[in-house]
């Protein structure tokens, strides 16, 4: 099973954390599934951007970015050349590295910016 190392981000994930999923599985199902409670405001259809993470390893692992997931990533906040919307984000054999931006838009609303 692939695994994937989070890095530590302040409220979700204070110390990091290496977690195993099925291959198959979303990067954002295999974090809820592990109680690390990453924003997923539409639920996992690709309509918000609130599952944003950076993928710093295995990138080129995950499934091809299809267009929808491009147009939404574009307005997530902290964009970086490997960004994925975890929802959209398939584990495939090898193993990853995410980093969960400190802000997502939800945040960023609330006067955290
Ligand atoms: Fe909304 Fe991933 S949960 S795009």
Redesign the pocket.
């Known amino acids: 099973m692939p695994k994937i190392t989070i890095l530590p981000h302040a409220e979700l994930c204070p110390q990091g954390a290496v977690i195993e999923a099925e291959q198959g599985t979303s990067i954002?199902d295999a974090l809820h599934n592990h109680d690390i409670d990453i924003d997923?405001?539409?639920?996992?259809?690709?309509?918000?951007?609130?599952?944003h993470v950076v993928v710093r390893e295995g990138f080129k692992s995950l499934n091809e970015i299809e267009e929808d997931e491009e147009d939404?990533l574009d307005r997530a906040w902290g964009l970086q050349p490997f960004s994925r919307?975890?929802?959209?984000a398939i584990l495939q054999e090898a193993d990853v590295t995410v980093e969960i931006p400190k802000y997502s838009i939800n945040l960023a609303k609330e006067g955290h910016q």
């Open positions: 954002c997923s405001a539409c639920g996992g259809v690709c309509a918000c951007t609130t599952c939404m919307l975890s929802c959209q």
